[in-house]
């Protein structure tokens, strides 16, 4: 049984990651247009400006 | 009075392409570094293309830093570099494109709404995480009963799991206990109380049962009905957050911008609300006023159907006040702001609109009601457990007591919050597909109950804009008439193009504002097309040829060398097959009245056309008030469908409302539900699906009632089990969603969620402006 000691606290930070890169993306805006997003992933990419994360508002050198 | 000076000239409003350009550089906001940001509202953006040709016209200029639009929202953040002027030329490339531009400005409520929502979204995540952990230690616990679990090892999961529920519950569990907190300050009650309620004392029992060592841990139950509940919740919030935000976007593209007067004789574009008391504007012929003040210079006749519902234009001068919303349709005037207040007929429609609102109260949902003996009989129910079976049982006060709280568990109303919430989400998104926006938490709950559909008439029964109803004998003349109008925005002049559009456009043909257009011929013969004083029509002899059948109409004359005049005539218009709507709705039981703030003779011939006998016209806005007062004293639930400023109060005290998108401001806010389209059709659907969503909502309820208390007595007997609470829970929850479902029929649940095509403004925008 002593394997419950390391099994239970993995899945527990496990899903406790998957929480918090949930909150992340939430806060990011990656949630913040669902349709723009499914229909960006269909361009060719031979324009790099696209490929920009989603919440491109830091400035570019 | 038929004669009606109708200029071809001016521009009306329109979204984009015509009409006063807002200055945009006004409403760029600077950072630090020189990087310029402005948000824009985009029209007529559907798919991923529309996306990729704008971004990436923007993208090809070099000064633009980021360019990103959104999809889902149709707003463009817009950032560059250089000179803050840039910002009209690059709204400029846009519209090339052909996609009409707005100025978005964000709303205090609708962010209040965001952040709402994502309150919820981040409860919903915690919940769920809370749910998945406890139930993977839930699940070990409950096959342990079955085999050969040591109580260590279980007790162990349950300090375990209660360690992961309590902070989940905590934080999840804020939108009901808030909710519940506030109603109880009140003194009310709804339904949030009891679902409050039975997820603390569940909480609390399992923390009890974990810290004496007991076998019944209910945590995951706890976090399961959270979870589910706040599904429920985020998409009903969802829903009503999109209409209210799409109302918002339409009433951003309708706001057109004014031209203030400088005091150095140039004029600016603002928006309205950038005004204060005492500035000028300008008004062109065929714009709309876009302030509430009085005339200080010019004289023009102003079309105020959008205000009173009237039909005939009024002659204004200087020293006439005027209102936010009526058209400007001759001459160009100037006008000065005055602040609402001072504007006595709007003061009044505020007035008669709060009085109105306050009248009606707190219309109370169904469930709520519900909920009102429901929480009184649980919680009777569980104590009646407690004291008998420690009284008479034979139990210890702890044993009973879990009991009691058992039944509480039991009896958690977790299908009972999901019953309405979930049919007014269906119903909403089967509405919104057509072109109903629902944006009142109880409308459909109201709706459902109509018996009696009050029509306004101006702008509601009819279009606003004129359409050509007679034209000449002559051809040619149509012809001729169509390829000057083509030069000019005035909506007189653009009926007459879309009579006859495939006419090649006159070149070099000559506006003069407030009165008409010029053209000379081929053989250097001035042609005139526009009122009849301009084409030195005699107007009194006119009048008389004219009988008063043709009194709705408005004129516009053709005059050519050598050939007698030609007569134009203009009448507002039905929305289209509006006369098979009103049958329909006829059919199906409604009563129908016309009540109209336009005079009496316009309303008769239309109410006879359509074929209802309960018509009255002259009303002001209180004599509205007060029929449907006395309509609602005989017992009638008062649909009103009105779009004007003296609807506005009608549509609060009537029992349910709805707007077409083309209504003021004011009474899209005061209705219920906004439709968009030409027609009139989308209401029997509202009415068809307002009553289907109360018979689906009431079957949920009773469902959820009587399976609740099916479990009473398991749970008075003391036979429940954590994992009997779970099933019990979780199947109501199911069924009841898939209840609601078959409002929808074979519809997916991921389809409600995005409603994205019925749900674009801009289309509609730009039919109605």
Redesign the interface.
Known sequence: MNVLLFLIPMALFLSLMGLIAFFWALKSGQFDDLQGAAERILYTDDHPEHSDPVNNTDDKP | MAALDASLSGSPPSVGKTGPKLDLATAVETDA?G?HTLNLLIGNVH??GC??KI??RL?ADPTV??A??????RRLKL?WKGSADAANRLAGTIEDLGYPVALYRMEAVLERDKKTD?DL??AL??SF?GA??VM??AWAVWAGHFATMGQG?RD?FHW?AAL?AVPCVYYSGQPFFLSAIAALRKGQTNMDVPISVGVTLTTLMSLYETWTGGPHVYFDGALTLLFILLIGRYLDHKVRGTARSAVHDLAMLAGQPVQKLLDDGTLQSVPPDSLASGDRIHVAAGERIGVDGIIRDGTSSIDTALIDGETTPKDVANGSSVLAGTMNLTGPVIVEAKSVGEATVLAEIVRLLEAAEQKKGRYMAFADKVVRWYTPTVHALSLGAFLGWWLFGGLTVPEALMIGVCVLIITCPCALGLAVPITQVVAAGKLSRHSVLVKSETALERLAAIDTIVFDKTGTLTTLEPELVSVPDDPDALSLASSIAASSKHPLAQAIRAAASDVPRAKDVEDTPGMGLTWTDEDGGEVRLGSARWCGIDETANDQSNTTQNALETEVWLTRPGQAPARFAFAPQLRPRTAQVIDTLREKGFDIAIMSGDRARFVEPLAKTLGISDWQGDMTPADKIAAIESLKEAGKHVLMVGDGLNDTPALAAAHASLAPTSAVDISRRASDAVFQGSTLESLPHLLTTARDARSIAIQNIVFSVGYNFVWVPVAVLGLVTPWIAAIAMASSSLIVTFNALRLDGTRTFARIA?R?KTLDPLQKAEATA
């Open positions: 570094d990087l798919c991923g996306v990729r971004e990436d993208a830093e980021n990103r639009l959104n999809l889902s929202t950032q994502r979204i981040m995540a915690v995480f998945a952990n993977m230690l090892t162990f375990i992961i995005t994205r």
